[in-house]
């Protein structure tokens, strides 16, 4: 896991890769550098090895995982997130569609306090408390604007012309998300070396925290799950275990290995990408889904509990509430 992380960062540029082979002081104080100067720090949310299916039962392990730890940087206490819709969310391939977009705000309007969510209360420090609410801030969309074929600069060139444009407010504690339809490629890897990714950056307004998450329909055996899911959308199911993993990462590890990471530099959600837990249940169009969130099934993947009384006693585990691994 850790080489195929290394080899998507050398795609993201020597900058990125040296943050990346430093100890975890010294990210911290070259991410204080890069936001003032230079290019952000990335952090790829890696690639559904197994391919679709193969997944979808894939419970993960229920022993303490390697410690995850405080590099001393800034959390967010409760997110915001802000969405522009990316691209055309009004096709007819049965997932850039407007019903596709409703699952997406379903989700961010129910995980905020839900017992998944606030499996991120256990990352508060004594500077920062994370509250395990999550706002919806609202959205926009954007018709191309740069193409269909995306760098990783565009992103944030994005976010800045929708704030500039007052579209999207400028909130410090923001996450913003661009979330593209499946015609969209982002070059550095979507699809090839990860399913999304965030990182923090300077806009006019500001500093600010943000994530790319594409249509999983691009590449259903890479960055899904399941073919067949509970909201009947394959791509969009699989982004939002995307969207729940950045957005989990984005709250406690805001500026990108100075709040809360292992000594390989995996943050929270990391650490149990693609595994699920073992409190699957099938839905009727017999899919596999793992927690309701408001009126839904979702399939979402585990996050770490920091420092949990666990069932193999005190540490780090993946689980997909307070109780349940
Ligand atoms: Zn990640």
Redesign the pocket.
């Known amino acids: 896991m850790k080489r195929k992380f290394v080899l998507g960062m050398i795609m993201l540029g020597v900058l990125a890769l040296l943050s990346y082979g430093y100890s975890s002081r010294t990210v911290h104080a070259q991410s204080e550098r890069s936001q003032a100067a230079g290019p952000p720090e990335i952090?790829?949310?890696?690639l559904n090895e197994r391919g679709a299916d193969n997944y979808s039962l894939t419970t993960g392990g229920t022993t303490p995982t390697s410690p995850i730890l405080y590099h001393g940087g800034p959390l967010i206490n409760t997110p915001t997130v802000y969405i522009v819709w990316y691209g055309n969310w009004n096709q007819g391939n049965g997932s850039d569609t407007p019903t596709g977009q409703q699952i997406v705000r379903d989700f961010v309007n129910a995980v905020g306090g839900s017992p998944y969510f606030n499996i991120n209360t256990s990352y508060s420090t004594n500077g920062y408390v994370v509250t395990g609410g999550v706002n919806n801030g609202g959205e926009t969309s954007d018709a191309y604007s740069r193409g269909t074929r995306l760098k990783d600069a565009d992103i944030l060139t994005i976010i800045n012309a929708k704030i500039n444009a007052s579209q999207l407010p400028y909130d410090a504690n923001g996450v913003y998300f661009v979330l593209t339809s499946s015609d969209v490629n982002e070059q550095s890897g979507f699809c090839r070396l990860y399913c999304g990714?965030?990182t923090a950056g300077t806009a006019t307004a500001g500093h600010v925290r943000y994530s790319f998450v594409g249509n999983a329909n691009r590449c259903l055996s890479g960055c899904a799950a399941q073919t067949t899911s509970p909201n009947s959308n394959a791509g969009v199911d699989g982004m939002i275990s995307v969207i729940a993993?950045?957005l989990e990462?984005a709250t406690t590890d805001p500026d990108p290995r100075s709040g809360w990471a292992d000594s390989g530099g995996?943050?929270n959600?990391?650490k149990c990408?693609w595994t699920f837990g073992h409190a699957q249940y099938q839905v009727g169009n017999g899919s596999w889904a793992n927690m309701t969130l408001g009126s839904r099934n979702f399939l979402i993947q585990r996050n770490l509990f920091h420092n949990l009384i666990g069932p193999n006693g005190l540490g780090d585990y993946c689980m997909v509430n307070a109780t349940q691994n």
Not at 43 to 46: E, F, G, K, L, N
């Open positions: 952090i790829p949310h890696r990714w965030h993993h950045e990462e995996a943050e959600a990391d990408a």
